[in-house]
């Protein structure tokens, strides 16, 4: 399920699914700038999760971060030709995959998206990368004195996108292949799950900024009301606390035994 931040904004959030994979891909980019990348960040993420989506299908023997980086280069070139696509600022986005293979469950997380594997005898296993959110932190104190959509506010922009795809700061997908070797990976055996979920930080809000539930209450609420609790549990934090809206989404995977 997804939710875009608010009516009438183009979604930047994807997700999709094989019958034996998942992809949620979350798109970032500043607004207005057209003259960078004419197509915007929600047609790259939906050209990612699709070339992602396409790989996942043919080349079942191919690692995760083998097939995004192939994707990465197939969208890139998508749009070299018209777009300035290796301007720090030109579209991005973080990537989560799970996918079903010979007993196991594959995962990769490239960028702040979330992926949860409930596991039957033990908490969930919560796989996140806190490089951004980490670096983020130093300027939000820059942003919140700044009118959004200033020149002040997208020259801090500016400089915190900076920080991406460089040694020291955050990675994720945009126009370098060589991205995807900085993504985390692992298994589990399918066997000790009951279920899994993927979930951009429009979502995971509900857990790491309004500490509204913690993981294994994500996954009770999934298992019993779905995504769409989730998401309205956000809306209204978001709504109490006056906090920006955010694209929201979640791919809830179920009988993973039976894919």
């Known amino acids: 399920m997804t939710s875009a931040a608010r009516p009438g904004r183009a979604n930047e959030d994807f997700t999709g699914a094989l019958p034996a994979a998942a992809v949620l891909i979350d798109g970032a980019g500043i607004p207005g700038t057209e003259s960078i990348c004419r197509h915007g960040v929600a047609w790259y993420a939906s050209r990612l999760g699709g070339s992602l989506l396409g790989l996942l299908a043919l080349a079942r023997d191919r690692s995760l971060s083998v097939l995004l980086a192939e994707a990465i280069e197939q969208v890139?070139?998508?749009?070299?030709?018209?777009?300035?696509?290796?301007?720090?600022?030109?579209?991005?986005?973080?990537?989560?995959?799970l996918r079903l293979s010979g007993g196991l469950v594959e995962y990769l997380v490239l960028g702040d998206s979330v992926v949860v594997l409930d596991r039957a005898d033990a908490a969930p296993l919560v796989v996140s990368?806190?490089?951004?959110?980490?670096?983020?932190?130093?300027?939000?104190?820059?942003?919140?004195?700044?009118?959004?959509?200033?020149?002040?506010y997208h020259r801090i922009l500016r400089d915190l996108r900076a920080n991406r795809n460089q040694p020291g700061g955050f990675w994720l997908a945009k126009d370098d292949?060589?991205?995807?070797?900085e993504a985390l990976t692992g298994?589990?055996?399918?066997?000790?799950?009951?279920?899994?979920?993927?979930?951009?930080?429009?979502?995971?809000?509900?857990?790491?900024?309004?500490?509204?539930?913690?993981?294994?209450g994500v996954m009770a609420i999934l298992a019993s009301s779905g995504p769409a609790e989730i998401i309205h549990r956000v809306r209204q934090a978001e709504a109490c606390h006056d906090v920006a809206a955010d694209d929201a989404t979640i791919a809830h995977c179920t009988d993973l035994g039976g894919a």
Do not use: M
């Open 177 to 181: 292949p060589q991205a995807a070797d």
């Open 187 to 216: 298994s589990c055996p399918v066997s000790e799950l009951t279920g899994a979920a993927l979930l951009s930080n429009g979502a995971s809000r509900i857990v790491d900024r309004f500490q509204l539930a913690d993981w294994p």
């Open 129 to 152: 990368d806190p490089r951004e959110v980490v670096i983020s932190r130093s300027y939000e104190s820059l942003l919140k004195g700044v009118a959004e959509g200033s020149d002040e």
């Open 76 to 97: 890139t070139d998508d749009h070299r030709d018209t777009c300035d696509v290796g301007n720090p600022i030109s579209p991005s986005a973080t990537v989560a995959i």
